[in-house]
C-alpha cells in the first residue's frame, strides 16, 4: 500500500520568512496529494491540493510543487505570519477509483511574531 | 451551516460500553468517510461509502461497525470499548471520484474526542 513520509516533524520560523515542508510517496500510480492546516482541538481544513498532471500550483502564499519522478511533493509557504502556526498534513491518495487517503506524520509549524 | 457535522464533540466513557457517534453532511456529497487521529496526532482512514455502499474497509476491528442509512449520513458503532479506542474521530465527505481525476477534496467535521475511563 501507499506510504507517505514527511519531514520535518517540527519547524520554527520568524515571522515573515517562508516555511517549506517536504513529503515522498511510495505508490507511483498516486495521483492526488491534498495539504491539509489543523489548528490546535480543530478539524483538518484543506488547504491545497495538486493533481499528478501539475508540477506547481499556487494560491496567494502558498504553493504546493510535485516531482512524480522523483516521488516527492513540498508545501511552501511565503510571508509567514503567527496564524499559520498550525499542523500541516501532506496526503496522497492511490490511483484506484475509490483509493483512499494516505497521511503523513504531520508537520508542527510554530511562527514566531 | 456546518457542511460536515458530528454529534457528540465529546464522549467520555467506562471500558466495556457500547458508543455511537453520529456524522451528517449538507453539501450534497456522495462519499463519506470515518478517520481516528490518535494522541500523535496521526491520521487514518478506516473506513468509506459512497452512496451507502461499503468501499474501503481497513484493518479495524469488528467492533467497530459503519451504518448508512443514506447518503447524507454516516453513523460509527463501537462495541465492548478499549482503552486503545481513546482518540479523536473524523468524519469527512466528498463528491464521488471522477475517471481519470481521482478523489476530491475531502471536508472534515469538527471532530469527536472519545475518552476511555
Known amino acids: 500500500g501507499e506510504n507517505v513520509e514527511q519531514h520535518p516533524s517540527t519547524l520554527s520560523v520568524q515571522e515573515g520568512d517562508s516555511a517549506v515542508i517536504k513529503c515522498t510517496y511510495s505508490?507511483?500510480?498516486?495521483?492526488?496529494f491534498p495539504w491539509y492546516k489543523q489548528e490546535l482541538g480543530k478539524r483538518p481544513q484543506l488547504i491545497i491540493d495538486i493533481r499528478s498532471n501539475v508540477g506547481e500550483k499556487k494560491d496567494q502564499r502558498i504553493a504546493v510543487t510535485l516531482n512524480k519522478t522523483a516521488k516527492h511533493f513540498s508545501l511552501h509557504i511565503t510571508e509567514t505570519q503567527p496564524e499559520d502556526s498550525a499542523v500541516y498534513f501532506c496526503a496522497a491518495s492511490s490511483g484506484t477509483s475509490y483509493g483512499k487517503l494516505t497521511f503523513g506524520q504531520g508537520t508542527i509549524l510554530t511562527v514566531h511574531p | 451551516d456546518t457542511a460536515v457535522s458530528q454529534t457528540p464533540k465529546y464522549l467520555v466513557t467506562q471500558m466495556g460500553n457500547d458508543k455511537s457517534i453520529k456524522c451528517e453532511q449538507n453539501l450534497g456529497h456522495d462519499t463519506m468517510y470515518w478517520y481516528k487521529q490518535d494522541s500523535k496526532k496521526f491520521l487514518k482512514i478506516m473506513f468509506s461509502y459512497n452512496n451507502k455502499e461499503l468501499i474501503i474497509n481497513e484493518t479495524v476491528p469488528n467492533r467497530f461497525s459503519p451504518k448508512s442509512p443514506d447518503k447524507a449520513h454516516l453513523n460509527l458503532h463501537i462495541n465492548s470499548l478499549e482503552l486503545g479506542d481513546s482518540a479523536v474521530y473524523f468524519c469527512?465527505?466528498?463528491?464521488?471520484?471522477?475517471?481519470?481525476?481521482?478523489?476530491?477534496?475531502?471536508?472534515f467535521g469538527d471532530g469527536t474526542r472519545l475518552s476511555i475511563l
Open positions: 505508490d507511483s500510480a498516486s495521483n492526488y
Open positions: 469527512a465527505s466528498s463528491q464521488a471520484p471522477r475517471t481519470g481525476d481521482g478523489l476530491q477534496p475531502q471536508h
